[in-house]
């Protein structure tokens, strides 16, 4: 599985931005998806999950209510809607891939991950 993560940008404080993760391959329903972000001198963190269905999802404590993953298994592209950002939501953001059917929150658990996209907040 190959993925390729876009979307990222600047934006102030209060904004949103939507960040779309391609997969390659035919099985990408099958796959778990996980959105991770790491910031200077911090260690890398999920962000969001979803399971293979969609049915299923998972947050960080600091982004529920703000952020929204979602994914399209016709277009194999997984989404991750973020609202209200603030500057602490500063990060390289990654998407992942979990080739099983439960959500972990462990990113040695994904065995796929994009380049990732770089989102930053200003105050």
């Known amino acids: 599985v190959q993925l390729q993560a876009y979307g990222g940008g600047l934006v102030q404080a209060g904004g949103s931005l939507r960040l779309s993760c391609a997969a390659s391959g035919r099985t990408f329903s099958s796959y778990v998806m996980g959105w991770f972000r790491q910031a200077p001198g911090k260690e890398r963190e999920l962000v969001a999950a979803?399971?293979?269905?969609?049915?299923?999802?998972n947050y960080a404590d600091s982004v529920k209510g703000r952020f929204t993953i979602s994914r399209d298994n016709a277009k194999n592209t997984v989404y991750l809607q973020m609202n209200s950002l603030k500057p602490e939501d500063t990060a390289q953001y990654y998407c992942a891939a979990r080739p099983f059917m439960s959500i972990t929150t462990t990113e040695n658990d994904y065995d796929y991950w994009g380049q990732g996209t770089q989102v930053t907040v200003s105050s």
């Open positions: 979803i399971s293979g269905s969609g049915r299923s999802t």
